[in-house]
């Protein structure tokens, strides 16, 4: 067993600066795995607990692998920083502890992400009260407002169906009572659209899908202003929502491609979207970029670069027709999860919001029989292709 006593102190590396050991600098980020680290001397701790540098005691508290992916995710959203942690619904959840009290009022949408149902179970059993509205009233938001609204959380476009949110509107009514504006910006991605530019607080993502990209990882980032990130940070050092290495390193390197992949998802999106919108057999096309809609010119406010690569839209007439017409696809998976290199299809009435009363399913817009697509990287013709095949099965 190595006994740090054995080495002459002269003959250990310098750690000035940890990452860079080597003597020339690697290129990519290391992983470190280290849960906790040696302190050099008590006036190093003082400078590191003292926020005086960046340095590392404990992983729970902070990690450089993870903190060198947040200051990228930082930048693509326009950021003074972020903060990553284990998953999409763990950064949903610390900006819940972070900022709603018990007696406090939040406003969410029906159409968020479904996981976020179930916590407002725990919300409410913690003195929050929750007023729900469907996206497409988006300007229901002004009446829905108390005095102690403390946050509205939405999605734009949103999960599943892809209605289109003003958040500079939604950002004005906010300011009446002091609430703070909470985007989750999963479907639409960095590339696309900069919530904090459109006046948002915060900023959600669940990087396990466009920002990791290859259905190999899960984390959160919340991204916002610096005095933001010291609130997150306590809360995650608090709560142990701190993500391992591996995953954030996996996460930088999806990075690497993440606007290539961005780009080519969208281009493939809007074709494939025009051309389902023409098939007999497919109805209600939902997809921000499909024009003529009120939706579509939201989106071209508040989105660049195109309009991501997600969409909804209904099979046949029965969820048996939506479960023929998926189980003939060749090339498009069947499975949860959005934003990989491989396109994915599901039906949200029996996956993602699975665990709503059905009448909540049903209520803003989503049917039995509603798919939801994610677009990936694929050759538009092989997709286009899958498509017509399946639909030319399921009437067979
Ligand atoms: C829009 C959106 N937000 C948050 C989440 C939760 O992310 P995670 O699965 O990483 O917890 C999801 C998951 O599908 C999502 O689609």
Redesign the pocket.
């Known amino acids: 067993m190595p006994h740090k006593n054995r080495k002459s102190a002269g003959s250990r590396p310098k750690l000035s600066d940890p990452l860079t050991p080597y003597g020339n600098r690697p290129m990519v980020t290391p992983i470190v795995n280290a849960v906790n680290y040696e302190y050099l001397d008590f006036e190093v701790l003082r400078k590191i607990t003292d926020g005086e540098v960046d340095g590392y005691t404990y992983h729970r508290d902070d990690n450089p692998t993870v903190r060198a992916v947040e200051r990228a995710i930082a930048e693509m959203e326009g950021a003074e920083d972020c903060v990553v942690c284990?998953?999409?619904?763990?950064?949903?959840s610390m900006v819940y502890l972070t900022y709603l009290r018990a007696g406090g009022h939040v406003v969410m949408f029906h159409d968020?992400?479904?996981?976020?149902y179930k916590v407002s179970l725990i919300l409410e059993r913690l003195g929050v009260e929750i007023t729900w509205l469907d996206a497409a009233n988006w300007q229901d938001v002004g009446r829905a407002l108390k005095p102690n609204t403390q946050l509205i959380f939405l999605?734009t476009p949103?999960?599943p169906l892809c209605k289109v949110i003003d958040v500079a509107a939604i950002k004005e009514m906010a300011r009446e009572v002091g609430a703070m504006v909470v985007v989750?910006n999963?479907?639409a991605t960095p590339y696309h659209q900069n919530p904090l530019a459109l006046g948002a607080d915060l900023v959600?993502?669940?990087?396990?899908?466009a920002l990791g990209g290859h259905n190999d990882l899960?984390?959160?980032a919340i991204v916002g202003s610096a005095e933001h990130y010291d609130k997150l940070w306590f809360t995650r050092q608090a709560i142990g929502t701190t993500l391992d290495a591996y995953s954030a390193f996996l996460l930088e390197r999806g990075l690497k491609t993440f606007e290539l992949r961005a780009a080519r998802m969208a281009s493939n999106a809007e074709v494939l979207a025009e051309h389902l919108a023409d098939c007999a057999g497919i109805t209600n096309v939902r997809y921000p970029g499909l024009k003529g809609t009120e939706d579509y010119a939201i989106a071209v406010r508040q989105m660049h670069k195109g309009f991501g690569g997600m969409m909804a839209f209904d099979v046949g007439a029965t969820q048996e027709d939506a479960k023929r017409f998926i189980s003939s696809l060749q090339v498009i998976y069947h499975a949860?999860?959005?934003?990989s290199t491989e396109s994915l299809i599901c039906i949200p009435f029996l996956t993602?919001m699975l665990y709503m009363p059905p009448e909540r399913r049903t209520g803003f817009g989503v049917n039995p029989n509603t798919v939801r697509l994610s677009v990936g990287i694929e050759p538009i013709e092989e997709l286009q292709a899958d498509v017509d095949q399946a639909l030319k099965k399921m009437k067979g």
């Open positions: 284990t998953s999409g619904m763990a950064a949903c968020i992400y479904g996981a976020n999605e949103s999960n989750d999963t479907f959600v993502h669940s990087a396990t899908k899960m984390a959160g949860v999860s959005l934003g993602t």
